[in-house]
């Protein structure tokens, strides 16, 4: 192992393309393109000072948003991006905020947003301006998602694209680097819409596609010996998942026993677990491994407490009351052997993504995205450095799929590297409002269940379990929903889901859904299913399950587990759509019988 090797964060190290965040709800795909070419890319707010920056990048993207430039609010950029001498890419509202910039009458007012596939014929110019379709033919079917509306080319600019509604659908500075395009290049139904992110990342910024994974264990063990020292201890949540258990085998390989696991059996987790992961880091990986029970301080902390942010805060909050009493006690028992320096250090296998999902575009905690259990659900005094234990978040630059190769190079087996993603707070996020043993203990075995039966009809690889949920109470609460955004057929909807005139989810915790087991009636729980295939958990679909096996995954659920009455599934995609569990309380659901519709506000 080289010891000479820079130990410098990533973007110091390898040419990197910034991405600035005006609000798009695709902006992470454009990195995930980028990444998937090989070349390191990362994304800030669009409120970034670049001149705060520590590294220049190599060229620069705005992503687009759902903003109009005429907004007294609308999002902008700094100045020094058109400053810096670097290449420039303007996407849908980037386009539009490039041209506005030259002169506000380029840019139109949007009266309804155009959204939707097209086809745009490729111009050619015959100077550097082509390099941004080049190879890519005459024309592509292209997606267009934009409110605004160019109406002028901006003066110094020329048309290289152009489709039947948008005369401007790809504009060029004649003689700088400055593009912008009125697509998404980053949707997968763009056509050939990697490759013209690929032309601007490496035929205009130049940029060097080395970003691999091959040695990116060499340099962050460089790199974390260097942060920790010599002496200093650290210790670390596992949990089984494939982050946390990359990275307790990075520090594991970085700094040898110094590294001490902890697994904290909280009473939220899924069945036979802890077993299961003990068997797994202690005896396969030689990961050094301690499992606290704290179950009975969890359960007592979140007593009352239903809604899901404030589970989330207290959860964060109890782990690390947890571990600040094990680094003591770690300590003590260190102090007459060679590893008497303090635990210094709590490593988190924090991911790109969990940064991303935690920000909005103008650089704060979302309100409209659920905080992260590895990001914003912390504790404030892990984040801003003042706790007496430092955070150490060696996996923050990577994507999922970035760690699942990771983890292959540093040989863990694949059993575990494709294991499907499961919260840190576990089970506790899974169940709306008051988490209790009994609750928990429901959703456990139909967990069980429903993840059994995947692996038995031979799709485990297939899905990526985003969450399952359980909740008491669809009952009759005769609450209309006013803004309706989903309805579902009346051939979508169960009779028995039928019977009902209306439904309300406005406080699940409470009550209890009706129905008939054997010749009496029953009251219980309903369970919420959700399945999705995904590549990285930043989007997902819904995974489209035989219906012969969602009916037997019911069944199943139904008859085998005590206090659940009924079982759905979440058809949703993400985005827009976040677990049930992230909900407000007072959205509402409504069954209404004459039509057969749900309505979801």
Not at 334 to 341: D, I, L, M, R, V
Request: aromatic letters at 8%; proline letters at 5%.
């Amino acid at each position: 192992m080289s010891e000479t090797l820079d130990a410098a964060p990533p973007h110091a190290t390898f040419d990197t393309v910034l991405v600035l965040d005006l609000g798009s709800q695709t902006s992470h795909l454009i990195l995930r393109r980028l990444r998937s070419i090989g070349v390191y890319s990362e994304m800030l707010p669009c409120t970034q000072k670049l001149k705060d920056l520590s590294w220049k990048p190599v060229g620069i993207i705005l992503s687009g948003g759902p903003s109009s430039v005429y907004s007294p609010d609308a999002p902008n950029v700094d100045p020094l991006v058109f400053e810096l001498g670097v290449p420039v890419l303007g996407v849908c509202y980037g386009c539009q905020l490039i041209a506005w910039r030259v002169n506000p009458n380029n840019v139109a007012p949007g009266v309804a947003r155009e959204y939707g596939e097209t086809s745009m014929a490729i111009r050619k110019i015959g100077n550097h301006a082509d390099r941004l379709f080049e190879g890519l033919g005459d024309s592509l079917n292209v997606v267009m998602s934009h409110f605004d509306k160019l109406v002028h080319l901006p003066d110094g600019f020329k048309t290289i694209a152009t489709t039947k509604n948008s005369e401007f659908a790809g504009i060029a500075h004649d003689s700088q680097p400055v593009f912008g395009i009125q697509f998404h290049p980053e949707i997968s139904h763009t056509e050939r819409g990697t490759d013209i992110i690929a032309n601007f990342a490496l035929k205009i910024c130049g940029a060097r596609a080395d970003w691999k994974m091959d040695n990116f264990s060499e340099r962050e063990i460089v790199r974390i010996r260097k942060l920790v020292g010599d002496k200093a201890q650290v210790i670390g949540a596992v949990s089984g998942g494939v982050d946390s258990t990359v990275a307790a085998k990075l520090l594991t390989e970085a700094i040898g026993d110094r590294f001490k696991s902890i697994l904290v059996d909280t009473g939220l987790m899924r069945l036979n677990e802890c077993e299961q992961v003990k068997e797994t880091l202690d005896k396969h990986l030689g990961i050094n491994l301690t499992v606290v029970d704290g179950s009975d301080l969890f359960f007592s902390r979140l007593a009352g407490v239903t809604e899901p942010e404030a589970k989330r805060k207290i959860i964060g909050e109890t782990f690390i009351d947890l571990f600040e009493i094990e680094a003591l006690r770690i300590e003590k028992e260190a102090e007459n052997t060679p590893f008497a320096g303090k635990v210094e250090w709590f490593l988190q296998g924090t991911l790109y993504a969990d940064i991303v999902e935690s920000l909005s575009f103008k650089g704060a905690a979302s309100s409209t995205i659920k905080s992260h259990h590895n990001a914003g659900g912390l504790p404030a005094r892990m984040q801003n450095g003042e706790a007496h234990l430092k955070l150490l978040e060696p996996l923050r630059e990577l994507f999922k799929d970035e760690v699942r190769a990771f983890g292959r190079q540093l040989q863990i087996h694949e059993e575990l590297i494709g294991r499907h993603p499961f919260p840190g707070p576990g089970l506790g996020i899974r169940i709306i409002g008051e988490v209790t043993r009994e609750r928990v203990e429901i959703v456990r075995k139909a967990d069980h269940i429903f993840i059994s039966m995947i692996r038995e009809a031979g799709i485990y690889d297939e899905v990526r379990r985003e969450h399952l949920s359980f909740e008491r109470n669809f009952t009759n609460r005769f609450a209309r929903s006013p803004k309706p955004t989903l309805r579902l057929t009346q051939t979508e909807v169960t009779p028995f889901l039928a019977f009902y005139e209306f439904v309300s989810i406005s406080d699940l915790h409470s009550s209890t859904a009706v129905g008939v087991q054997g010749d009496a009636r029953a009251y219980g729980y309903i369970c919420v299913l959700r399945a999705v295939t995904s590549l990285d958990m930043m989007s997902a679909e819904p995974y489209e399950f035989e219906w012969s096996l969602l009916k037997a995954i019911s069944r199943r659920i139904v008859n085998e587990v005590d206090g659940i009455a009924r079982v759905v599934y979440d058809t949703t995609s993400k985005p827009p759509g976040e677990s049930l569990l992230h909900a407000s309380p007072s959205h509402t659901c409504d069954i209404n019988r004459p039509t057969g519709t749900i309505e979801l506000e």
